[in-house]
Nanobody
């Protein structure tokens, strides 16, 4: 079994910072792309940032220059450093990982349970 788990959400004032962490565990042969998505109330889930196993990154326009995604391939982790947070960043943040659990089988996408980020004064 493969598990993906996030941590690090919470309440922060506008302009503040938070760091989200995500770890994939279990039977893992290889992890390809990892990323962070978010879903605000009444809105669709959207991509925030993603990173390949080689370190190439992609960001939503709304978070460029404020958020930074990074990963540690040895630890199967991906982090999201969020700075200059705005009320519109309030959402449940989900970690996503493309994982091949054994050689010869196709990779699948796994989701974490989500962590709440609230930006409010």
């Amino acid at each position: 079994q493969v598990q993906v788990a996030e941590s690090g959400g919470g309440l922060v004032q506008p302009g503040g910072s938070l760091r989200l962490s995500c770890e994939a565990s279990g039977r893992i042969f290889s992890i390809y792309a990892m990323g962070w998505y978010r879903q605000a109330p009444g809105k669709q889930r959207e991509l925030v940032a993603s990173i390949t196993s080689g370190g190439s990154t992609n960001y939503a326009d709304s978070v460029k220059d404020r958020f930074t995604i990074s990963r540690d391939n040895a630890k199967n982790t991906v982090d999201l450093q969020m700075n200059s947070l705005k009320p519109e960043d309030t959402a449940v943040y989900y970690c996503n990982a493309e994982i091949q659990y054994t050689l010869g089988y196709p990779a699948q996408f796994y989701w974490g349970q989500g962590t709440q980020v609230t930006v409010s004064s």
